[in-house]
């Protein structure tokens, strides 16, 4: 399976009628692998600030999570595993893998929870494979 397909397939899927408002699967340098048509353009900055967190969890928390230009205020999460970002309605979820960050973005109706589910079951498997 491609990387474009784990996120049109996989991230992307509907879910009570509805689905992500955008997904990417990321290298940990910041290369793209796959990512949704709507998934913002991010800076270098943006994910090496995200990398720092999962190696020194709570950093991100007095700045913030920023995406796309889009500040999001961290909740808890996994420390070194999963970020988690909300901002109004909706926010981010970010499961680390071995080789990637597995990145979800989520409005109204999809819920945090299930956003969560979505992003974090594919990390799960794709750590399980090794990747």
């Given at each position: 399976?491609?990387?474009?397909?784990?996120?049109?397939?996989?991230?992307?899927?509907?879910?009570?009628?509805?689905?992500?408002?955008?997904?990417?699967?990321?290298?940990?340098?910041?290369?793209?692998?796959?990512?949704?048509?709507?998934?913002?353009?991010?800076?270098?900055?943006?994910?090496?600030?995200?990398?720092?967190?999962?190696?020194?969890?709570?950093?991100l928390a007095p700045i913030g999570l920023h995406l796309?230009?889009?500040?999001?205020?961290?909740?808890?999460?996994?420390?070194?595993?999963?970020?988690?970002?909300?901002?109004?309605?909706?926010?981010?979820?970010i499961k680390k893998t071995s080789m990637a960050l597995?990145?979800?973005?989520?409005?109204?109706?999809?819920t945090p929870g299930q956003c969560n589910m979505i992003?974090?079951?594919?990390?799960?498997?794709?750590?399980?494979?090794?990747?």
């Open positions: 399976m491609s990387w474009q397909q784990y996120v049109d397939e996989h991230l992307m899927c509907d879910i009570d009628g509805n689905s992500l408002t955008a997904a990417a699967i990321i290298g940990h340098d910041g290369s793209v692998w796959a990512q949704s048509a709507t998934f913002p353009q991010f800076t270098t900055e943006e994910i090496t600030a995200v990398m720092k967190d999962f190696e020194e969890p709570g950093s796309g230009g889009v500040k999001y205020m961290v909740i808890q999460g996994e420390a070194g595993a999963v970020i988690r970002g909300k901002k109004g309605a909706g926010g981010v979820t597995i990145i979800g973005i989520y409005d109204e109706p999809l992003v974090e079951k594919l990390g799960d498997y794709l750590i399980e494979q090794g990747l």
